[in-house]
């Protein structure tokens, strides 16, 4: 069975720092490229970051580029977003998904970042 299970979401101030994690089993994390997605409160998905399966090429939206990183640790089969300098727009919740053939084929039931004062 496959699994994606997100964790470090939290309420912080803004300017503060989270980070997040995804533990991944049922499938071979190593020979999958990954990528975040997150969902404000009201809106649809937006895709944040991409990180290639063997954690070489990165990619991020603008509104994340300099604040965001995303990393994966192959050995331990998880996925991470260090997210930086947090503003109340990041607020939403976040999603771990493996791209497949240009689509996102398994998503986590994700976890909720707070940004407020």
């Known amino acids: 069975e496959v699994q994606l299970v997100e964790s470090g979401g939290g309420t912080v101030q803004p300017g503060g720092s989270l980070r997040l994690s995804c533990a991944a089993s049922?499938?071979?994390?190593?020979?999958?490229?990954m990528s975040w997605v997150r969902q404000a409160p009201g809106k649809g998905p937006e895709w944040i970051s991409f990180?290639?399966?063997?954690?070489?090429?990165?990619s991020y939206v603008d509104s994340v580029k300099g604040r965001f990183t995303i990393s994966r640790d192959n050995a331990k089969n998880t996925l991470y977003l260090q997210m930086n300098s947090l503003k109340p727009e990041d607020t939403a919740l976040y999603y771990c998904?493996?791209?497949?053939?240009?689509?996102?084929?398994?998503w986590g039931k994700g976890t909720l970042v707070t940004v407020s004062s």
């Open positions: 049922g499938f071979t994390f190593s020979s999958s490229d």
């Open positions: 998904t493996r791209e497949w053939y240009g689509g996102l084929d398994y």
């Open positions: 990180i290639d399966r063997g954690g070489g090429p990165t």
